[in-house]
T-cell receptor, first 113, second 107 residues
Framework: DAGVIQSPRHEVTEMGQEVTLRCKPISGHNSLFWYRQTMMRGLELLIYFNNNVPIDDSGMPEDRFSAKMPNASFSTLKIQPSEPRDSAVYFC???????????FGEGSWLTVV | KNEVEQSPQNLTAQEGEFITINCSYSVGISALHWLQQHPGGGIVSLFMLSSGKKKHGRLIATINIQEKHSSLHITASHPRDSAVYICAVSRAQKLVFGQGTRLTINP
């Protein structure tokens, strides 16, 4: 299996621009997670989906962030408009179900200037 | 106080040394995960455990549910083991992360 696939790997964008991060979970996994990692705050859960349904989005920082999972093999995390403080590594992860091993993607390194 | 505390925050050792990283948590959990992150790299799950002990190669993870404590051990450490090791606990379908332990193994 190819593992969790994220794109883009790196993105540099200007403040105010829209950013879309993409994730393809491992086939057959029914839980998908979006995490953000910064030096100051470490790893934080933004949102997770179970069977394509958002279960908990309490970690989403503000209305500028939105996430969708239109089908079992694709999810997006969108930031509009982006701000410099959004600069971070965004990880997508998936697992077979609750309580199982979680598999992380390589991360999307976002820099907003 | 963080729900998940790791120690030490930084650890430097010589190749071949036995390494121990500790993790304490203050809440009820369904499982505990040990993750590895190399500089500039992705995150790899090393272990998921809810009781006892697991071993994979030179890595050993133990958990004591009563004491709310887990340890990750590395035997015969090697420079390629240099990475950040992160403890995370599963609570209500979420992972709560420790701050990580930065391990450097010198040749």
């Amino acid at each position: 299996d190819a593992g969790v696939i994220q794109s883009p790997r790196h993105e540099v964008t200007e403040m105010g621009q829209e950013v879309t991060l993409r994730c393809k979970p491992i086939s057959g996994h029914n839980s998908l997670f979006w995490y953000r990692q910064t030096m100051m705050r470490g790893l934080e859960l933004l949102i997770y989906f179970n069977n394509n349904v958002p279960i908990d989005d309490s970690g989403m920082p503000e209305d500028r962030f939105s996430a969708k999972m239109p089908n079992a093999s694709f999810s997006t995390l969108k930031i509009q408009p982006s701000e410099p403080r959004d600069s971070a590594v965004y990880f997508c992860a998936s697992s077979l179900s609750q309580g199982n091993t979680i598999y992380f993607g390589e991360g999307s390194w976002l820099t907003v200037v | 106080k963080n729900e998940v505390e790791q120690s030490p925050q930084n650890l430097t050792a010589q190749e071949g040394e036995f390494i121990t990283i500790n993790c304490s948590y203050s809440v009820g959990i369904s499982a505990l995960h040990w993750l590895q992150q190399h500089p500039g790299g992705g995150i790899v799950s090393l272990f998921m455990l809810s009781s006892g002990k697991k071993k994979h190669g030179r890595l050993i993870a133990t958990i004591n549910i009563q004491e709310k404590h887990s340890s990750l051990h590395i035997t015969a450490s090697h420079p390629r083991d240099s990475a950040v090791y992160i403890c995370a606990v599963s609570r209500a379908q979420k992972l709560v992360f420790g701050q990580g332990t930065r391990l450097t193994i010198n040749p």
